[in-house]
């Protein structure tokens, strides 16, 4: 039974995806289910759609942290110690025992955002955890038990992976029990102009400058979705309160943006 402070814990997470779009909230509603289970999920969808915030829901009111691995931003040498950790003297470098991310994330959740971009190698790896919650850390000479719940993110079409031999089809079945997709910005309007009119940045506008950005994102696909809209609000501000630059080059930059 879900206490009032995990309740608060749950609505504070779920404030920061507001959303009028009948498919999000189903997805949220089934995000807050899923997140007193302990089976992995798949979160898929465009970049800048939210993803890390629908991995928050799932992490739930687990009491650990949830820990976030960026599979893009680690080299595939360093990969494996980075996740699994290593054990002193087992590669030049290493010069004393170190856990790594599985370890960290205790009883809590791992995040494998983007892991669309997992090197291959390491994904039967990734399977074994999945399947038998165990895993070795480099160098290491028997079997870990780990706590954490997985969940992972990927903006790639992982079927297509699948086809082009990148990712393992018996972890994408691992990963997809529970499958949660982000419907892209574009195909949700009225979710834009909720965005828009609960930003802090709106309030601060004029109404001309609303008129004038309302019709911008009425008109432009957004593909990078929140993240693009909060940037291009942004610059538009900015660029609204610098005098030396004329009305056509702020139009210009936003129709580059």
């Known amino acids: ?8 814990r749950l609505t504070k997470r779920l404030a920061a995806y507001s959303t009028v779009d009948s498919r999000m909230r189903k ?3 089934d995000a807050i289910t899923l997140s007193f289970r302990n089976e992995p999920v798949l979160i898929t969808g465009d970049t800048g759609t939210g993803k890390e915030v629908i991995a928050t829901i799932l992490h739930g009111t687990r009491v650990d942290n949830i820990t976030t691995v960026n599979t893009t931003a680690v080299t595939d ?3 494996e110690s980075e996740l699994f950790g290593h054990v002193k003297g087992s590669y030049t470098g290493a010069y004393c025992d170190r856990e790594g991310l599985v370890a960290s994330a205790g009883g809590g959740t791992l995040f494998l955002d983007e892991i669309g971009d997992m090197p291959v190698t390491l994904q039967a ?13 480099v160098g290491g000479d028997r079997m870990l038990k780990a706590k954490c719940r997985i969940i ?4 790639k079409n992982v079927p297509q992976l699948i086809e082009d031999k990148l990712f393992r089809e018996d972890l994408y079945y691992r990963l997809s029990t529970f499958r949660l997709h982000l419907t892209p910005l574009r195909d949700r309007r009225h979710d834009i102009h909720h965005y828009l009119t609960n930003h802090k940045l709106w309030f601060d506008m004029t109404e001309s400058k609303r008129t004038h950005f309302r019709e911008y994102a009425d008109n432009e696909p957004i593909n990078g979705n929140y993240r693009e809209l909060e940037q291009i609000m942004l610059r538009y501000e900015v660029l609204e309160e610098m005098p030396a630059l004329t009305y056509a080059l702020k139009n210009k930059v936003l129709e580059v943006s």
Do not use: V
């Open 152 to 155: 992972a993110a990927t903006c």
């Open 125 to 137: 790896k990734i399977l074994r955890l999945i399947q038998f919650g165990t895993y070795r850390s």
């Open 27 to 29: 997805l949220t509603q």
């Open 77 to 79: 040498t360093l990969f």
């Open 1 to 8: 039974m879900t206490t009032p402070i995990e309740m608060k």
